[in-house]
C-alpha cells in the first residue's frame, strides 16, 4: 500500500458514551465514523479503519458501505498499540495521516492541508487552531520504525513532543480539529446529536 494513507483510529470501546458511538447517525444520515472518514479520504491516497476484531455492528457497518477496515487483535493495550499495528500493515506508505474516529466536524480541507504539507516535504505537520494543535497528524515514512514500535495508550505524542522542531503547523479556522466526541453531550454541544443508530 503506497501513497499516502490515511488511518483513522477507531478501536475504542466508547464507555463514556454508553454505547457505540461510531454508530450513531448525524443529521445528514452519515454515521459519525463516516464524517470523521471523510476527511482523510479527501486528503489521503487511500484509508484504512483501525477497529477491535470482530464480528461486531461496527464490522457489519464497515462491510455494508464498502469501507476498507483492519482488525487490531492488540487494542485493548491502547492507541499507540493500534497506531503502531496500522502503520505496520502500511509500511509501504509514502506517510501517513492519522485522525480520530470520533471527529464528525473535522473538514476535508484541513486533512487535505496537512496531507499537502507531507507532500512538500514536511517530516510531521498538524492543524492549529487557535494555538492548539489538533487532528489528523501527518508522518513522513521516515518515522516508520518510530511508529510501528508504538504501544500502551499515548499514541505518538512522545514523538511528537520529542520531534517538535520538524512539526509544521498548517493554520486552520477549522475547530473541527479540536473536536471530538466522547458523551451524547458533546455531540448535542456540536448540535450534530444523532437521531438513531445505524443499521445495514
Do not use: N
Not at 464497515?62 to 500493515?89: F, H, K, N, S
Not at 489528523?136 to 521516515?142: E, L, M, N, R
Not at 517538535?164 to 455531540?187: K, S
Amino acid at each position: 500500500m503506497g501513497g499516502l494513507v490515511g488511518l483513522l483510529l477507531a478501536a475504542g470501546r466508547s464507555r463514556r458514551f454508553g454505547s457505540d458511538k461510531l454508530l450513531h447517525r448525524l443529521p445528514d444520515g452519515r454515521s459519525l465514523l463516516q464524517a470523521s472518514l471523510a476527511p482523510l479520504t479527501a486528503g489521503a491516497d487511500r484509508a484504512l479503519v483501525l477497529v477491535r476484531p470482530g464480528p461486531s455492528p461496527l464490522h457489519a457497518h464497515l462491510v455494508a458501505e464498502g469501507i476498507p477496515y483492519l482488525e487490531v487483535p492488540e487494542a485493548d493495550q491502547g492507541m499507540g498499540a493500534t497506531l503502531a499495528a496500522g502503520i505496520r500493515a502500511t509500511a509501504k506508505a509514502e506517510g501517513w495521516l492519522v485522525g480520530l474516529a470520533d471527529m464528525p466536524c473535522l473538514e476535508a480541507s484541513t486533512a487535505a492541508r496537512v496531507a499537502h504539507a507531507l507532500k512538500q516535504g514536511a517530516l510531521l505537520a498538524a492543524p492549529l487552531h487557535q494555538d492548539r494543535r489538533g487532528h489528523p497528524v501527518g508522518f513522513a515514512a521516515c518515522w516508520y520504525a518510530e511508529l510501528a514500535a508504538l504501544h500502551g495508550d499515548q499514541g505518538a505524542r512522545a514523538l511528537l513532543r520529542g520531534e517538535i522542531a520538524h512539526v509544521v503547523a498548517v493554520e486552520v479556522q477549522d475547530p473541527g480539529c479540536l473536536l471530538d466526541v466522547d458523551t451524547p453531550e458533546d455531540l448535542a454541544a456540536l448540535g450534530t446529536y444523532p437521531s438513531r443508530p445505524a443499521t445495514d
